[in-house]
């Protein structure tokens, strides 16, 4: 369907159509106009949009948790709309009366549905508490030829998930671009231990613009092309990176790959649904970690950009120019700018800034060829 209404009191979420694994990052409004009361999802095209009456929308509780509400429809369709902005959740919540009412299960059930619930309560427990202790212990136990088959799968899931036309986005190959790129890389991770090589790689994402990095088991960095676009100088980038690389090296995103695979599968078993597996990298990357691990990565960039001469700074600077200007971000840009210790996270990385940076990470031509890195693509790394 075709609007022309301009969006208005927006806010943001993935939208799963239920008929492709692809998540579509929509503008979320309540409207109260010839439609009655509904939830207007508009997508990424800018021209088409969803209704949700609000009276039929109903919480997917199995698929949400303390920082994600996931909802649907009561029409036993199988649409998503997954929302990680408290602000967004309380306007649904306020707008869809029926949001906590059951998918409408027959009276006769009663019993089933009581015994259902006490299981909810501890598989909830399972998920929220014991599979990310267990994830944390495991990490630090994976076989390293196993940790990089992880990260090639879920590299290429991503690949595939964040593209709207659910086929892999391309390799940004320009040599120039390649090369200071490799010279930040080179740079930060001077020295630092991994029983695998670095596999920095920047995707081109201008057809559906998802400003991220993001860091997968196997040393797998990955930056969106439309975040170096937004990034203000070649430190800002640098800064970026030696945060992803403190995911890498402290296991966190081998934790969290386990951690969610282990809660699909669980999850999946339980109501038969498998169908987001597709979705599943995607899902990982737009989880974010937990406060303490992101916490223990920006004490690690703080640290490494000390070491080599690049101002720890920077890793505030642009995360706080994210929160304020590009609220609907996912991923671990979200996941900083979403915390209530925010600022005190970005004065945190300025109170690390010693003064004392040398050379910035790259020359004003370098850093003009790193912004020009998508002028070459390619369906192989470079």
């Known amino acids: 369907m075709n609007t022309s209404q301009p ?38 095209d800018g021209q088409n949009v969803v209704l949700w009456p609000c009276d039929a929308v109903r919480t997917l509780p199995d698929q949400s948790n303390y920082d994600t509400l996931t909802i649907g429809l009561d029409d036993n369709t199988s649409a998503r709309l997954v929302l990680r902005d408290p602000v967004a ?62 990260g090639e799968t879920h590299f290429e899931l991503t690949r595939s998930a964040f593209s709207p036309s659910n086929t892999p986005l391309k390799f940004c190959a320009a040599p120039d671009g390649v090369a200071a790129m490799n010279k930040i890389t080179a740079r930060i991770a001077d020295g630092v231990a991994l029983p695998y090589p670095l596999k920095v790689a920047v995707l081109d994402d201008r057809a559906n613009q998802i400003p991220n990095a993001y860091a997968l088991p196997g040393g797998y960095i990955t930056f969106f092309d439309s975040l170096i676009q937004l990034s203000e100088s070649p430190d800002e980038v640098a800064a970026v990176f030696a945060h992803e690389l403190g995911h890498v090296v402290l296991d966190h995103s081998v934790a969290s790959v386990l951690e969610r695979m282990t809660t699909f599968v669980i999850v999946s078993l339980l109501s038969g649904d498998f169908t987001g597996a597709a979705g599943l990298g995607a899902g990982i990357i737009s989880s974010g970690y937990s406060r303490a691990a992101e916490t223990e990565a920006d004490v690690y960039a703080q640290e490494r950009l000390t070491d080599v001469g690049l101002p720890p700074a920077a890793l505030g600077s642009l995360f706080a120019r994210m929160s304020e200007d590009h609220p609907e971000v996912t991923g671990v840009l979200a996941h900083l700018s979403s915390h209530p210790e925010m600022a005190a996270r970005i004065q945190a990385a300025a109170a690390a800034d010693t003064g004392t940076a040398t ?9 003009q060829a790193l912004r020009d890195i998508c002028s070459v693509v390619s369906d192989d790394a470079p």
Request: aromatic fraction near 6%; include cysteine.
């Open 89 to 150: 959740c309380a306007m649904v919540a306020r707008a869809c009366p029926n949001l906590g009412t059951p998918l409408r299960p027959p009276s006769k059930w009663r019993q089933a549905i009581t015994a259902a619930t006490v299981g909810a309560v501890s598989v909830a427990a399972l998920i929220l508490v014991v599979l990310p202790m267990l994830a944390g212990v495991l990490a630090g136990f994976t076989n390293v030829r196993a940790e990089l088959k992880m």
């Open 7 to 44: 969006p208005s009191n927006e806010h943001f979420g993935d939208y799963y159509d239920g008929e492709r694994a692809l998540a579509q990052r929509v503008a979320v409004r309540e409207d109260h106009g010839d439609y009655g009361d509904v939830l207007v999802l508009d997508l990424p």
């Open 359 to 367: 050379a910035p990470a790259l020359s004003d031509t370098e850093w």
